[in-house]
């Protein structure tokens, strides 16, 4: 069994801060002159490996470990997703002093969104991976490791080589969402996108089974300055099924910001 | 059963073409050119008069024979001929091209047709491959892949970027939006297991291109279990037969005219192209390595890729209508798209099958 904490320890250096009494962890990587900072909340059980190591090699990256995911202790304080935004949106103060681009995926997407409302200040540039908080797809949790890779994947076939996650982390990570959400839509989140001030990229897989295909047109009309990319043929996880095309999209992002769209490679085939 | 009518817009005297392709621009004699597409739009106009519902448009390139590389450019000057017919793109080939410019054309289409145009997803023959360098290895993936974003671009109401494998668009927002919403008809031209696949699964009708009734019959066979897997059931508008036809007064009659054909010759119908150039295309459609050297110590002779089965339908009407009536008991065919413009057959000669076909084939075949 692999833990997603153990998982994390790889990509840097270990530390933690203290916040509402939660004792969060988080990893620092980068290289020695980074050009600015990304923030990084994962989502449930899977990590965002290939692209924490994309963005490495310009940035200083650090990895938050949601209070109650990952390795962290059971969270049965927090309230609400904006609390539970609140207190990472602390946590976060405390490493980074000054301004950062914010990905969050999946349910980190959504601690992402209310982080960005409640810290507006602070996030220059937000990246939404597969959010779920607006129009997810009604149902109960899925109840066998087969009915959650057909939710997740495009190619359900993909799911074995992710089989290798504790259970019992995800069983830890599912009750926290489902109590924190419900697995409803967040009406307050999508009243208040068009508060959000910094550059916005949101992505889905073409394939996307846990979200409604009408999301993405609602944060694009909502948000100010947003873009919304689709990866072809990948499902929710999309890191694992497209994984070159979303740190290419999210790497532009990152840099270029809504400027990504200018074209800049070359068509010269012998000069 | 409805007819369509394939507006080929053959070259006047492509008898005279070499049975190879591409054809040479040289043959290319600009009067005759003019000519030829005026003919070939009369064509389509009359067979609109006489009862055919759709007319349709393929792409096709290097060659007069059917005479159509920019499809839409043709489809939007018959469009404004033909005032009722349904005007059926089958239609481009999306390996070859970009697909949001097809998605563009498509709604242009759609609107300058007022909601008369049905759109059609293929491949092409592996000739085609060659017309803008297009790896044969990559054909399949490109098409589906292209599907994808086509109806992507077609429905989604904001402007988007796309993430493909083949395909990476980073501002997208098709203007016009097709009149037909959410979609207009769609239909997949293929044989091939995946692409029947993505067809059921999308809700697509199905398409089939010169192949013999029993080899539909198993390819729609197959289609229509997977419509059915996916909770759906195509209607009759939604699986196209299309076939060449040689229509005559009475069988004899078409018979003679075959026997004339044969004993002028090679046909020059067909797409044959250079040995080594055919097999190539052929692995690397299969994916399997090529090694140019046996090729060249093989000898082979006289390969084709792709070539022109023969005519699918052939003798007077009463027989015609029989084996149009197989396609639909067999195949479940609803429109047959019809390829009159044989390469011996001229235009005034194309122009009295249609009228033959309108009044003693069409009658008939409505009925199914």
């Known amino acids: 069994m692999t833990q997603a904490g153990q998982r994390l320890t790889a990509a840097g250096k270990e530390d933690h801060v203290e916040v509402d009494g939660f004792r969060i962890r988080y990893w620092t990587s980068g290289p020695p002159r980074p050009v600015g900072a990304v923030v990084m909340l994962e989502g449930m059980t899977w990590g965002l490996s290939k692209l924490r190591d994309a963005l490495v090699q310009k940035y200083q990256v650090i990895a938050l470990e949601l209070p109650g995911f990952g390795a962290s202790p059971a969270n049965t304080r927090s309230q609400s ?68 890779a057909r939710r997740l994947f495009a190619h359900p076939e993909k799911a074995r080589g992710l089989a290798s996650v504790d259970p019992a982390i995800v069983a830890k990570e ?97 000069p | ?23 040479p621009p040289i043959y290319h004699d600009p009067e005759t050119s003019v000519r030829s597409y005026q003919e070939g739009i009369e064509e389509c106009e009359f067979a609109e008069e006489m009862g055919f519902e759709w007319v349709s448009f393929s792409e096709h390139h290097y060659s007069g024979r059917i005479a159509t590389g920019t499809p839409a450019v043709m489809a939007a000057a018959v469009a404004e001929r033909c005032k009722k017919a349904k005007i ?18 498509l709604g242009l289409l759609d609107n300058l047709t007022n909601g008369r145009l049905v759109i059609g997803f293929l491949r092409g023959t592996p000739n085609e491959d060659q017309t803008y360098s297009v790896n044969p290895s990559e054909g399949r993936e490109r098409l589906l892949e ?31 939006r097709p009149v037909q919403q959410p979609l207009p008809p769609m239909v997949v031209a293929t044989r091939s297991d995946d692409m029947l696949h993505y067809a059921a699964e999308h809700k697509l009708g199905l398409a089939v291109s010169f192949v013999p009734v029993d080899q539909m019959a198993r390819v729609a066979e197959k289609y229509y279990a997977w419509c059915d897997e996916a909770g759906w059931q195509p209607t009759p508008d939604q699986i196209v037969y299309r076939g060449s036809i040689y229509l005559a007064e009475t069988d004899k009659q078409a018979e003679a005219w075959l026997e004339g054909v044969k004993r002028a010759g090679p046909v020059p119908g067909g797409i044959a192209m250079q040995p080594a150039v055919s097999r190539a295309i052929q692995a690397a459609r299969a994916g399997e390595a090529f090694d140019l050297r046996n090729i060249l110590a093989g000898g082979v002779q006289g390969d084709v890729a792709g070539a022109a089965r023969g005519l699918s339908f052939m003798g007077g009407p009463d027989t015609v209508v029989k084996q149009m009536k197989a396609f639909h008991d067999q195949c479940g065919a609803g429109v047959v798209d019809l390829f009159f413009q044989q390469p011996q057959v001229n235009h005034r000669e194309v122009m009295q099958e249609i009228k033959l076909f309108g009044r003693e084939v069409l009658p008939h075949i409505k009925e199914f």
């Not at chain 1, 810290?119 to 959650?148: C, K, Q, R």
């Not at chain 2, 059926?88 to 054309?105: I, K, S």
């Open chain 1, 81 to 148: 997703v904006p609390e539970l935004a609140n207190t990472v949106a602390q946590a976060t103060a405390q490493v980074v002093p000054e301004h950062y681009t914010l990905i969050g995926t999946s349910f980190g997407a959504n601690v992402a969104l209310w982080q960005t409302l409640q810290a507006p200040d602070t996030v220059e540039a937000l990246v939404l991976i597969a959010p779920t908080a607006i129009l997810p797809v009604a149902g109960p949790m899925a109840s066998t490791p087969e009915e959650t």
């Open chain 1, 174 to 270: 599912q009750a926290l969402v489902q109590r924190l959400t419900g697995g409803m839509h967040d009406a307050e989140a999508e009243r208040r996108l068009g508060e959000i001030p910094c550059a916005t990229l949101v992505l889905f897989g073409s394939e996307e089974k846990m979200v409604a295909p009408e999301a993405a047109r609602i944060y694009r009309e909502r948000i100010p300055n947003s873009n919304i990319a689709f990866v072809y043929d990948a499902g929710h996880l999309i890191e694992a099924e497209r994984p070159e095309a979303l740190v290419n999209a999210v790497s532009d992002y990152v840099e270029l910001r809504e400027t990504f769209i200018v074209g800049r490679q070359t068509g010269i085939i012998n």
């Open chain 2, 1 to 23: 059963m409805k007819a369509s009518y394939l507006g080929a817009m053959g070259y006047a005297q492509r008898y005279n073409f070499p049975t190879t392709w591409p054809i």
């Open chain 2, 88 to 105: 059926a793109m089958l239609g481009h080939l999306l390996t070859l091209n970009n697909p949001v410019r097809v998605a563009e054309e």
């Open chain 2, 146 to 176: 292209g599907m994808d974003l086509i109806i992507k671009a077609l429905t989604e109401p904001q402007p988007f970027s796309w993430e493909g494998r083949y395909y990476q668009f980073r501002t997208v927002a098709v203007w016009p």
